[in-house]
C-alpha cells in the first residue's frame, strides 16, 4: 500500500507517530462494525483528504490481516457521503468527483443540510460509525473523543475521528510526504475551506507583486498553523472584554490574584509574584479583590477559580504551570469551565521551537489547553503567548522579572484592544498625617458620604507611624474637591502630600 509504504520511509517521527494512532483508530472502528456499518464523510477539503487516503490504507492493513494476503487495495468498499451545496467552490465539486473516480468510492450524493441529509441516510442503511475528518480546533470539536456518540437530537451513530489530535503542520505533512492529489484551492492561498460566502484566500500567504493581481503562497506555507481559518474569521489578538457594557458587575473593575503552589505554603519560597501583581493591578486602576494561595490540587484551583471568576472582572493566575505531575494549574482552569485540556497546535508550534525534539510526541502535556475557551495573546516580545480563557489570564512568570516582561506585553496588547481594558486608569492621592485614629476616624466617615465615588482607605506602615490616607476614583477634580473638603475639616499642614 502506497501510503503506508511513504509514511514508514519518512524521516518525521512527529507524523509516524500521528499515523500509527490514527490507523489504529480506523482498524479498531473496523473491527467494531462491519463495512456496511460503516460510513466516511467527505467534502473535499485537506482534512478530509488525509482521512480518505487513512481510511484506504486502514482498510487495506485490516483486510491484510484478515486474509494473510500482501495483495493490493483492488476496492474501497467503505459508503462515501457527500454533502453537495450550492454554495460549494466548483474546485471543490470537481475535485470531490475526481477523488471518486479515481479511488472507486461509493458515493452517495446528499443534497440536503447535514443534519436532515444524515436522518434520511441512516433511516434507509444500517449506518451505525461514520467517519469524521474533525480536528481539536474546528467549531465541532468542542467535547469530543475519538469515539463519540452523536449529540442529543441527532440521529443516533458512533462519530470516529481519527485525526482529532492532528494539528495544520500534520496534515500538510502527511499530504506532500504521501505526494496526494489536494485540491487546487489550497495552491491559491485558501488555508480553510467553507462556502464561497465566507471564505477567502489568507491575507497571511499574500505575495507582494507589482501586477494589479493580487498573488498567494500555498497554504502548506502558512507558518502558524492557529491561523489557517483567517481567510474566513476575522483574527483579533487584542484582550476583549469579557463582561460587555450590559453585563458589567461593577462600577469599578475588580480583579482576583491566585498562586498556586505547595512551596509557598510551606514557606520553602516566599511569593514575590503576588505583591508585585497588586501593586500593577492597582497602578492601572483596578481593585484587587482578593488573593488566596492554593495547593497543588486540581480541585482546589477549580473551586477558587470558579468562585472568582463569577465575582471579579478579571482572574489573574500563576504558578503550577509545565509538563510536572504537580503543574496542575491548566487543568484546574479547565475544570472550573467545565471543559477537557485538549492539543492546541498554536502552542506545540511555539514549544518544537523551543524544546524541539523534546516535543515530538502524540501527546505533549505542556501544549494541552483549555479546550473552546483560551485565546493566546502574541507579542513579539514573548516566546510563548499569554494563555487568556474568558476572563481568566494564566501568567508563566516564575519571578518578578519575567512578570514585569509579561505585565509590559499585557499593557501593550489592551492599548491595542478598541474595547474596555486593563488601562482604565484611576487618579489617585496620599496623604501621610500625625492625627490619631480616634481624631480622623468621624470626620473620614463623613467625607465618605459626601464623596460616595471616591474610595477611601487607610493603613500604617508600623504601629506608632504616621496614618497614610488614600483617595482613589476616576475623576481627578473629585479626588482634589475630597482632599480639600478633608483638610477644611482640620487645621492647616495636618496633612501632608505623599509622592
Known amino acids: 500500500m502506497e501510503i503506508d509504504k511513504a509514511i514508514g520511509e519518512s524521516d518525521d517521527k512527529r507524523l509516524r507517530t500521528k499515523y500509527n494512532n490514527a490507523i489504529f483508530v480506523i482498524r479498531r472502528a473496523l473491527s467494531l462494525y462491519s463495512i456496511e456499518e460503516v460510513a466516511f464523510s467527505f467534502n473535499g477539503g485537506k482534512d478530509s483528504t ?62 440536503q443540510d447535514f443534519k436532515s441529509g444524515l436522518e434520511a441516510l441512516l433511516k434507509a442503511n444500517p449506518i451505525r460509525a461514520i467517519f469524521l475528518g474533525v480536528r481539536i480546533g474546528d467549531p465541532t470539536a468542542v467535547g469530543q ?178 509538563p510536572l505531575h504537580s503543574d496542575v494549574t491548566l487543568a484546574g482552569v479547565a475544570k472550573a469551565f467545565g471543559v477537557r485540556l485538549a492539543p492546541d497546535e498554536e502552542i506545540e508550534e511555539y514549544l518544537r521551537h523551543l524544546i524541539s525534539e523534546q516535543c515530538t510526541g502524540d501527546r505533549n502535556e505542556m501544549a494541552q489547553l483549555p479546550e473552546g475557551i483560551t485565546e493566546l495573546l502574541h507579542h513579539e516580545k514573548l516566546s510563548v503567548p499569554l494563555i487568556k480563557c474568558r476572563n481568566v489570564i494564566v501568567l508563566t512568570a516564575t519571578n518578578t522579572e519575567e512578570l514585569e516582561k509579561e505585565w509590559e506585553c499585557l499593557i501593550q496588547l489592551t492599548k491595542l484592544g478598541g474595547s474596555t481594558s486593563l488601562m482604565e486608569l484611576f487618579a489617585s492621592r496620599r496623604l501621610m498625617t500625625s492625627l490619631t485614629d480616634v481624631e480622623v476616624a468621624e470626620p473620614l466617615s463623613k467625607l465618605g458620604l459626601e464623596f460616595p465615588d471616591v474610595y477611601l482607605g487607610c493603613y500604617r506602615k508600623s504601629r506608632q507611624g504616621p496614618i497614610i490616607i488614600c483617595l482613589k476614583g476616576k475623576d481627578n477634580a473629585r479626588i482634589d474637591s475630597a482632599v480639600q473638603a478633608l483638610r477644611k475639616k482640620f487645621k492647616e499642614g495636618v496633612f501632608v502630600d505623599m509622592k
Open 50 to 111: 488525509v482521512l480518505l487516503h487513512l481510511l484506504r490504507a486502514g482498510y487495506f492493513l485490516h483486510k491484510k490481516e484478515l486474509s494473510c494476503s500482501n495483495g493490493g487495495l483492488s476496492s474501497f468498499p467503505v459508503r462515501t457521503i457527500y454533502f453537495e451545496s450550492p454554495s460549494a467552490f466548483t474546485e471543490i465539486n470537481a475535485f470531490t468527483y475526481d477523488a471518486a473516480q479515481t479511488y472507486d468510492l461509493q458515493l452517495d450524493i446528499i443534497r
Open 145 to 322: 473523543e475519538q469515539f463519540s456518540p452523536s449529540s442529543p437530537g441527532w440521529p443516533p451513530f458512533m462519530r470516529v475521528n481519527p485525526i482529532l489530535d492532528w494539528s495544520y503542520r500534520d496534515v500538510w505533512a502527511f499530504l506532500l510526504t504521501c505526494k496526494v492529489k489536494y485540491c487546487s484551492l489550497y495552491d491559491q492561498g485558501y488555508t480553510s475551506i467553507g462556502s464561497i460566502h465566507d471564505t477567502v484566500p489568507n491575507a497571511l500567504l499574500s505575495v507582494n507583486d507589482t501586477s494589479s493581481k493580487e498573488k498567494f503562497k500555498p497554504a502548506y506555507l502558512l507558518s502558524d498553523g492557529r491561523l489557517e481559518r483567517a481567510g474566513r474569521v476575522k483574527i483579533n489578538a487584542s484582550i476583549k472584554n469579557d463582561i460587555g457594557s450590559d453585563s458589567q458587575k461593577h462600577e469599578v473593575l475588580l480583579a482576583s490574584v491566585i498562586a498556586v503552589g505547595d512551596e509557598i505554603l510551606s514557606g520553602t519560597v516566599e511569593d514575590q509574584l503576588g505583591l508585585s501583581l497588586c501593586k500593577k493591578l492597582t497602578s492601572v486602576g483596578w481593585w484587587v479583590q482578593q488573593t488566596s494561595v492554593l495547593r497543588n490540587d486540581i480541585d482546589s484551583v477549580s473551586e477558587e477559580v470558579d468562585r472568582q471568576r463569577s465575582i471579579c472582572d478579571m482572574v489573574f493566575i500563576y504558578g503550577g504551570v509545565g
